[in-house]
């Protein structure tokens, strides 16, 4: 089952919504406090030979801004494959075209996140859960985030090719980085297949190895564009500080906190994973995180429990049926995802500890119309765990989800509320979740489940 939750790298790594942001945070010649630190690796890089990218001359684009474009990106991937350890099995695509080509490649590679319906389920979602409550959609915020304007090159994973903007000649320190961040993703999808991979995951549906694989993707690509900045002089690295601070898109600012979350995901669990697994073992232990990849956001929250293989705890699949009703996502949920979800619910210094006991879970979304049913089943990896979830889940409902006074129904606590029907129940290690915007939906999925 395709999930529909938000998949914001959309089919290839667009390398441009909120990097300026990440980079900011993260070039430690700011003049600022950065909490992450100089990527460093006990791998030894070999002399990478500069070999031309064979390019085309698109029309519309000017063969003097080609030619330099040209040179200077066989100085760019020949950086992009020294700072990750790798040389290309074969020389990148790449396509330089004019800025309205441009802007429809990033249109076609983005149409599926962007589109209308999706978005408008998305935000739904956030709003059942209690994430979201503020009147603006989040559906032009993020179209003005992927819009062309401002973005210099993408990796396009359908036909393996990076995309430049054609139309200057001369790039900024910053912008340099975000091509070299496409040239690693071109890299690593060479070696390690992602772009299918990803496909395949998202084929398949289920929240947390998709959040799971495409963060240890894009944390890799983003490592690789810190280590080039880190590279340069301070003087270009100040520049490309300014220039993400002044950059920085108003429309990021309009999206509910669960969003900018959720693109901020790589930049922060995704870098970090990848520094704490080249710091043990260089790149070569990177690239043996391929294979295995981590297959839940716990692997990647915790890298040492990634190191020793922890497994994710069985929970039975949830196949509620409702008349009239669609299951449109369904699957495991995840640390993360449910991290997110109590967020707002609980004290900040609660939530680490809160959800660190995760042990597996599994979720089904279910959709008539505008009404909707969520269903969450959550298995922790002992009893104190799963009730410190609870109580977070109780505090959700009296809280985000203002679902009104519950009461004690079956062994769980019911609220009927005007405008959602809630319902929590635990039993040992286990506890069961359910929001409705109807409540014989929600008392139809109830009674189809159990505490696993």
Not at 296 to 304: C, F, G
Request: overall charge negative.
């Amino acid at each position: 089952m395709g999930s529909s939750r938000l998949r914001h790298w959309a089919n290839a790594a667009i390398g441009v919504v909120a990097a300026g942001a990440v980079v900011a945070a993260c070039t430690n010649t700011a003049g600022e406090t950065t909490t992450t630190a100089e990527l460093t690796t006990t791998t030894t890089f070999a002399p990478i030979e500069i070999v031309p990218i064979s390019t085309t001359i698109a029309p519309g684009v000017d063969p003097a801004v080609h030619e330099q474009l040209s040179g200077l990106l066989d100085e760019l991937a020949a950086a992009t494959q020294s700072m990750r350890g790798l040389s290309y099995i074969q020389l990148p695509a790449v396509a330089i075209v004019a800025a309205d080509e441009f802007a429809d490649r990033m249109s076609s590679v983005t149409a599926d996140l962007l589109a209308e319906e999706r978005l408008n389920r998305e935000e739904s979602v956030y709003r059942l859960l209690g994430q979201y409550d503020a009147p603006p959609s989040i559906g032009r915020s993020l179209r003005e985030l992927y819009a062309a304007d401002g973005a210099i090159a993408f990796y396009d994973g359908a036909p393996s090719e990076v995309v430049l903007d054609g139309t200057r000649a001369e790039l900024t320190p910053l912008e340099a980085s975000i091509v070299v961040r496409a040239l690693a993703w071109s890299l690593l999808d060479q070696y390690h297949d992602v772009f299918d991979r990803l496909e395949a995951l998202e084929e398949a549906g289920g929240e947390d190895g998709i959040d799971a694989f495409r963060t240890l993707v894009e944390g890799d690509a983003l490592a690789v564009q810190l280590r080039y900045l880190q590279s340069l002089s301070e003087d270009d690295q100040m520049a490309a500080a300014l220039q993400a601070a002044e950059s920085e898109p108003e429309a990021l600012l309009r999206l509910p906190d669960v969003v900018r979350a959720q693109l901020a995901l790589p930049g922060e669990a995704g870098v970090a994973f990848v520094e704490e697994i080249v710091a043990g073992g260089g790149y070569a232990a990177l690239d043996l995180a391929y294979d295995p990849a981590p297959f839940s956001m716990e692997q990647l929250l915790h890298p040492e429990r990634f190191a020793v293989g922890e497994p994710v705890r069985s929970v039975p699949e949830l196949a509620v049926t409702i008349d009239g009703y669609e299951t449109v996502d369904d699957g495991s949920y995840g640390e993360w995802r449910l991290r997110l979800l109590l967020q707002d619910a609980i004290a900040p210094g609660l939530l680490s500890q809160t959800v660190s006991g995760w042990g597996g879970d599994a979720h089904q979304l279910l959709v008539n119309g505008d009404e909707m049913v969520f269903v969450y089943i959550y298995g922790g990896d002992t009893e104190d765990d799963a009730i410190e979830v609870a109580q977070a889940l109780l505090a959700l409902a009296r809280g985000p989800l203002a679902a009104g006074d519950g009461i004690d129904s079956g062994g769980g606590v019911l609220w009927e509320g005007a405008d959602r029907w809630v319902y929590v129940d635990r039993i040992g290690d286990g506890l069961m979740f359910i929001v409705a915007t109807d409540g014989a939906a929600g008392a139809a999925a109830r009674g189809q489940i159990r505490v696993p």
